[in-house]
């Protein structure tokens, strides 16, 4: 379940309220097993620095990074005890405000304080935006609810919207929570239609039983057999710890024409006893005993062809455990019931027929008055039958050798035609819903990057077919990736299918120069790298060598027919600064390795947590974190005007320690064994 919140808010409130508040709301429901947080960037002070001004006051990163830990510092100072009274002691010097932190004094300069301020600023501010989430191209944050592993979709979903209908009731005026994707929908739709044809074709056999028997009596107890069948099939359902699922369902839907056939056999014998003038319980009695032998070989064949199923290897093993065995299940209760509650009703609603049938069948179509002349009809047209059947019956006797080797030729022809059909692990189905991934180049910036995908999503947003667009970029940590997930307007509103709509915004999409554009399917059974059909590992040691190979076996492919959306997780060239220190210069300098790794990592990514800024009024601590403007890290060359401090206390250039080579490299590299 996909969840955005947004509304008249800037991110960074709807970011502490999906961080503080809704995530423990949706983290304690029974079932739920994770909630994944995009586009968040949350509080956190931002000291900002000025390179010049560092320079000119001799002051270091690490200095600055110095004076804040040690003037931000709360401790317990232990215990005061008097005759009569005992306080304990608590050293209260953290920050107040942001004030205070831009009055601190870093150092001084001919005896003059150089407070932080004089050398750069800090701020309350956000995370650094490495992701970005918009519903319908209004600015969201995004949360993903997981299930916890065996739990059931449905329930849990049902337990996260009943929290929805309450965390709306509370949310702050101005902010909406919405539902951007459900699982759970192709699910239910999945299960009704399932459910629908299941009572359909009960129908529908019970009608079938009714138009050969032609008598309301003996189709009522048949039909008994049905729903007495399937529900008690539930308590082994149960019993087994399976679920109302897709297999399930399917196995019960395919076992209504099977289960009713046992009470068929025993009924249609009854019925002729009764026929030929015994009494219904004689008959119930007599006949059954008689036929028993005969409805448990039909029984038990088809159990002997679904069990074996049930005992399969590997993912299909996994699908079909649940389908066979229920299909299993369903049978030998339609069994049971044939043996006992169908003879038992036979005994006593079943009428005694006082004469003995003749030639024609008269007395079976007197049974039923007011159907005489239906019964008539059919009786007449299944008597032609049986009159064309005869002779064909007759020629197979006689010429059993033709026979037999017409059979094995009709088989292995069959055989042969499967070659023609075409094979796939799952269908492809209108879940109405699918996902569109969007590429752009490997050295785009966030910025650039959202730029670039922006008018594709307006596109997918004016199409009639889609409700809603849900549009997440930094995808996996790679700012140059977009995932959207497309919901589209109910299946009887719209004329075109979800495969069709895939390949038209495909076709719309590739209109644009360096975009790259894949639609699939959401996986309902999880996937490995991708949601596709088809995946292969190609593993070596050598990156080099693996992105030759990739792109060569990606080109073959792209020009099979049937095959599209060819990608590969490999992606080289992703711009790359490698910063080489000469040692034997740092050792002259008094400048280890470490001091130079610090100051890059403070100044330039700004990834370092520096110390903690507690606000009183929220009761919650906030991340600290050092960087120089940004302005003086947008060239390669800012990196070599940093200054470290040697051990010696002199302030010493970067590019006197070391060599800076540009490059490329991979972005992700993913592993296998």
């Given at each position: 379940?996909?969840?955005?919140?947004?509304?008249?808010?800037?991110?960074?409130?709807?970011?502490?309220?999906?961080?503080?508040?809704?995530?423990?709301?949706?983290?304690?429901?029974?079932?739920?097993?994770?909630?994944?947080?995009?586009?968040?960037?949350?509080?956190?002070?931002?000291?900002?620095?000025?390179?010049?001004?560092?320079?000119?006051?001799?002051?270091?990163?690490?200095?600055?990074?110095?004076?804040?830990?040690?003037?931000?510092?709360?401790?317990?100072?232990?215990?005061?005890?008097?005759?009569?009274?005992?306080?304990?002691?608590?050293?209260?010097?953290?920050?107040?405000?942001?004030?205070?932190?831009?009055?601190?004094?870093?150092?001084?300069?001919?005896?003059?304080?150089?407070?932080?301020?004089?050398?750069?600023?800090?701020?309350?501010?956000?995370?650094?935006?490495?992701?970005?989430?918009?519903?319908?191209?209004?600015?969201?944050?995004?949360?993903?609810?997981?299930?916890?592993?065996?739990?059931?979709?449905?329930?849990?979903?049902?337990?996260?919207?009943?929290?929805?209908?309450?965390?709306?009731?509370?949310?702050?005026?101005?902010?909406?929570?919405?539902?951007?994707?459900?699982?759970?929908?192709?699910?239910?739709?999945?299960?009704?239609?399932?459910?629908?044809?299941?009572?359909?074709?009960?129908?529908?056999?019970?009608?079938?039983?009714?138009?050969?028997?032609?008598?309301?009596?003996?189709?009522?107890?048949?039909?008994?057999?049905?729903?007495?069948?399937?529900?008690?099939?539930?308590?082994?359902?149960?019993?087994?710890?399976?679920?109302?699922?897709?297999?399930?369902?399917?196995?019960?839907?395919?076992?209504?024409?099977?289960?009713?056939?046992?009470?068929?056999?025993?009924?249609?014998?009854?019925?002729?006893?009764?026929?030929?003038?015994?009494?219904?319980?004689?008959?119930?009695?007599?006949?059954?005993?008689?036929?028993?032998?005969?409805?448990?070989?039909?029984?038990?064949?088809?159990?002997?062809?679904?069990?074996?199923?049930?005992?399969?290897?590997?993912?299909?093993?996994?699908?079909?455990?649940?389908?066979?065995?229920?299909?299993?299940?369903?049978?030998?209760v339609s069994l049971l019931v044939s043996f006992t509650l169908t003879p038992m009703l036979a005994s006593i609603f079943l009428k005694r027929i006082a004469h003995r049938r003749g030639n024609s069948g008269t007395e079976a179509t007197a049974a039923v008055k007011p159907m005489a002349r239906f019964a008539g009809l059919f009786e007449r047209a299944y008597k032609k039958i049986e009159e064309g059947y005869r002779p064909l019956l007759a020629f197979s006797l006689r010429h059993r050798g033709a026979i037999l080797i017409g059979a094995l030729l009709l088989f292995t022809g069959s055989l042969y035609l499967t070659t023609f059909i075409g094979k796939e692990f799952i269908p492809p189905e209108d879940q109405g819903q699918f996902i569109v991934r969007m590429e752009a180049p490997i050295d785009y910036s966030i910025n650039k990057a959202d730029?670039?995908?922006?008018?594709?999503?307006?596109?997918?947003?004016?199409?009639?077919?889609?409700?809603?667009?849900?549009?997440?970029?930094?995808?996996?940590?790679?700012?140059?990736?977009?995932?959207?997930?497309?919901?589209?307007?109910?299946?009887?509103?719209?004329?075109?299918?979800?495969?069709?709509?895939?390949?038209?915004?495909?076709?719309?999409?590739?209109?644009?120069?360096?975009?790259?554009?894949?639609?699939?399917?959401?996986?309902?059974?999880?996937?490995?790298?991708?949601?596709?059909?088809?995946?292969?590992?190609?593993?070596?040691?050598?990156?080099?060598?693996?992105?030759?190979?990739?792109?060569?076996?990606?080109?073959?492919?792209?020009?099979?027919?049937?095959?599209?959306?060819?990608?590969?997780?490999?992606?080289?060239?992703?711009?790359?600064?490698?910063?080489?220190?000469?040692?034997?210069?740092?050792?002259?300098?008094?400048?280890?390795?470490?001091?130079?790794?610090?100051?890059?990592?403070?100044?330039?990514?700004?990834?370092?947590?520096?110390?903690?800024?507690?606000?009183?009024?929220?009761?919650?601590?906030?991340?600290?974190?050092?960087?120089?403007?940004?302005?003086?890290?947008?060239?390669?060359?800012?990196?070599?005007?940093?200054?470290?401090?040697?051990?010696?206390?002199?302030?010493?250039?970067?590019?006197?320690?070391?060599?800076?080579?540009?490059?490329?490299?991979?972005?992700?590299?993913?592993?296998?064994?």
């Open positions: 379940l996909w969840l955005n919140l947004s509304g008249q808010k800037s991110v960074k409130e709807l970011s502490t309220y999906v961080d503080e508040v809704l995530k423990e709301q949706f983290q304690r429901i029974n079932g739920v097993g994770d909630v994944q947080l995009w586009g968040l960037r949350l509080r956190q002070i931002r000291v900002l620095l000025d390179a010049d001004k560092l320079r000119a006051y001799g002051i270091a990163a690490t200095d600055v990074m110095g004076a804040l830990q040690r003037q931000n510092v709360e401790l317990p100072g232990g215990r005061i005890e008097s005759l009569s009274k005992e306080y304990t002691v608590k050293v209260k010097g953290e920050f107040v405000n942001i004030s205070e932190i831009n009055d601190l004094v870093i150092a001084y300069d001919r005896g003059a304080p150089v407070r932080l301020r004089d050398i750069g600023k800090a701020e309350d501010g956000m995370e650094e935006k490495r992701t970005l989430v918009r519903y319908n191209g209004v600015p969201a944050i995004a949360m993903g609810v997981q299930k916890q592993s065996g739990t059931n979709t449905v329930a849990v979903v049902n337990l996260v919207k009943a929290e929805i209908e309450k965390i709306r009731k509370t949310l702050p005026p101005g902010m909406s929570l919405n539902i951007a994707m459900d699982q759970s929908t192709f699910i239910r739709r999945s299960i009704d239609e399932v459910q629908k044809h299941l009572i359909l074709g009960s129908f529908f056999a019970v009608l079938a039983v009714f138009v050969f028997l032609r008598n309301f009596r003996t189709t009522l107890i048949s039909a008994v057999a049905l729903p007495v069948s399937i529900i008690a099939t539930f308590a082994l359902i149960r019993a087994f710890d399976f679920t109302f699922n897709n297999m399930t369902m399917l196995a019960l839907t395919l076992s209504v024409g099977l289960l009713i056939d046992d009470a068929i056999i025993v009924i249609e014998n009854i019925y002729r006893h009764v026929e030929d003038g015994m009494t219904p319980r004689e008959a119930s009695t007599f006949a059954t005993s008689e036929i028993g032998l005969a409805v448990m070989a039909t029984t038990f064949a088809i159990v002997a062809i679904f069990l074996p199923v049930a005992f399969m290897k590997g993912i299909i093993g996994r699908f079909f455990l649940q389908f066979a065995l229920t299909v299993v299940f369903s049978v030998l730029e670039f995908f922006e008018p594709a999503e307006k596109i997918l947003r004016e199409m009639p077919e889609i409700s809603a667009v849900y549009y997440r970029l930094g995808a996996g940590g790679a700012v140059n990736r977009a995932f959207i997930m497309i919901r589209l307007v109910p299946k009887a509103e719209r004329k075109k299918s979800q495969e069709a709509l895939k390949k038209e915004i495909r076709d719309k999409l590739r209109k644009f120069p360096g975009l790259k554009v894949s639609a699939e399917n959401l996986s309902l059974i999880g996937g490995g790298q991708r949601q596709v059909p088809i995946q292969y590992s190609v593993r070596g040691r050598d990156l080099t060598a693996l992105q030759a190979y990739t792109k060569q076996i990606s080109a073959e492919f792209s020009k099979l027919p049937g095959i599209v959306d060819v990608d590969t997780s490999l992606e080289m060239g992703k711009p790359e600064l490698k910063v080489f220190i000469d040692r034997d210069k740092a050792a002259d300098l008094g400048v280890d390795v470490a001091t130079i790794a610090e100051v890059i990592n403070l100044l330039i990514s700004g990834e370092t947590e520096v110390t903690k800024y507690k606000d009183e009024s929220r009761g919650k601590r906030y991340d600290v974190r050092i960087r120089l403007n940004a302005d003086e890290r947008s060239n390669p060359d800012d990196l070599s005007k940093l200054y470290v401090r040697s051990k010696d206390g002199r302030l010493v250039e970067l590019r006197n320690l070391v060599r800076i080579q540009e490059g490329g490299g991979p972005s992700v590299i993913n592993r296998v064994d």
